[in-house]
């Protein structure tokens, strides 16, 4: 049972490319949600999927997208990534209290 | 609006000396709570959860905490603490009046634990 997975764990990318972070799960967690985590400042909400084929804006969605064609996916897009978004993604699942969650992306923008 | 706040960026307890990790909270309505421990490069693994009932609720690790509705706080604890519960610790916030169905948390900033042997 892999729970939640993410790829990739590292990435360096420099300003102005785009990527893509996917996260699977396979304990069919109808929520799901893409946090960042930042020295001093917590965990905070970038986007959320409440099931399959919707999302909504958390906290912080500026210069981000998602998508959740999938149940089982949810996808966080940087469509030109800035120094700012320099941080460590994690992304959870939930059935409705409580998550789980992934073992994170370190992304470095230069 | 819904916050978390955990007043102490670190604690230092000797090992084998009970500990505590504070967080208090600000919801509109009833509140879900939960405490996560995060070790190095590593995500975060659930530790406890308050939802209803007793106050005094035990989680992993021999870790329990307390809700305490009229301070709203809800404090993290262990009688006794080992070097291996070093690591960090953040307190989360789920009201079930704002975040209706969506499941949404918000953390609080985390709070390293060190103790030392």
């Known amino acids: 049972n892999a729970g939640v997975t993410q790829t990739p764990k590292f990435r360096v990318l420099k300003t102005g490319q785009s990527m893509t972070l996917l996260c699977a799960q396979d304990?069919?967690?109808?929520?799901m949600y893409w946090y960042r985590q930042d020295p001093g400042m917590g965990l905070r909400l970038i986007h959320y999927?409440?099931?399959?084929?919707?999302?909504a804006k958390g906290e912080v969605p500026d210069g981000y997208n998602v998508s959740r064609l999938k149940k089982q996916n949810f996808l966080l897009g940087l469509e030109s990534a800035a120094p700012s978004q320099t941080s460590v993604y994690f992304c959870?699942?939930?059935?409705?209290?409580?998550?789980?969650f992934g073992s994170g992306t370190r992304l470095t923008v230069v | 609006a819904q916050s978390v706040a955990q007043p102490e960026d670190q604690v230092n307890v000797a090992e084998g000396n009970p500990l505590t990790v504070k967080c208090t909270y600000s919801?509109?309505?009833?509140?879900?709570l939960f405490w996560y421990v995060q070790y190095p490069n590593r995500g975060l693994q659930f530790l406890l959860k308050?939802?209803?009932?007793?106050?005094l609720v035990k989680g992993s690790y021999g870790f329990e905490a307390e809700f305490n509705k009229s301070q709203t706080s809800f404090h993290l604890k262990k009688p006794s603490a080992l070097v291996s519960d070093s690591a960090l610790y953040f307190c989360?916030?789920?009201?079930?009046?704002?975040?209706?169905?969506?499941?949404?948390?918000?953390f609080g900033q985390g709070t390293t634990l060190q103790v030392k042997p």
């Open positions: 919801v509109s309505g009833n509140p879900y």
């Open positions: 959870a699942s939930s059935p409705s209290r409580g998550y789980t």
């Open positions: 999927s409440v099931g399959e084929g919707t999302t």
């Open positions: 989360a916030v789920r009201d079930r009046l704002i975040s209706g169905n969506t499941g949404k948390l918000i």
């Open positions: 308050y939802i209803t009932g007793d106050n």
């Open positions: 304990m069919n967690h109808e929520y």
